[in-house]
């Protein structure tokens, strides 16, 4: 005898013997709804534009993706430079599972230093779950980590 498993994408299956239909030894394989765990990947900085055209101080800019599997709350993260200065990530709302967010300095205090600088992504806790290092950039060039 089989139990039907509700169609829906947060259930798999899972065979066991059961235990009270027809005993243990019946070869019955029953199926039974188990929830399936949502890959929970932090957000990770996907680009940096230290050295944009025009204005630093307003056009210096991040962006964020998200590489998890379901949407990823920004409010709270931020971004820290070398010196200790941070930009704000709560402005980026929620992004979508595999979709990216931009955020641009517009007067923030953390500048992304031309000839250089360490950009640490860190988590509502405190907890750094990504650092960026990169060297000397020329205007307009995007400094890209590798993302998982």
């Known amino acids: 005898m089989r139990t039907p498993v509700p169609e829906h994408p947060h259930f798999a299956t899972e065979r066991h013997e059961p235990h009270f239909a027809r005993g243990p030894r019946s070869g019955c394989a029953c199926v039974w709804p188990t ?3 949502r890959r929970k990947a932090p957000p990770r900085i996907f680009s940096l534009l230290p050295n944009p055209a025009g204005n630093e101080s307003q056009n210096e800019t991040a962006k964020i993706r998200n590489i998890g599997s379901a949407p990823a709350a920004l409010v709270g993260w931020r971004l ?18 595999g979709t ?10 953390k500048a992304m230093n031309n000839g250089g600088d360490t950009i640490d992504l860190i988590d509502p806790n405190g907890t750094v779950v990504q650092t960026v290092t990169y060297g000397g950039v020329d205007e307009g060039e995007l400094v890209t980590p590798a993302v998982p």
Do not use: F, K
Not at 81 to 93: I, M, N, R
Not at 100 to 109: S, T
């Open 80 to 97: 820290r430079d070398l010196a200790g200065q941070v930009w704000s990530l709560d402005s980026l709302g929620t992004p979508a599972a």
């Open 35 to 37: 929830r399936l765990h």
């Open 100 to 109: 990216e967010r931009m955020i641009q300095r517009l007067g923030q205090p």
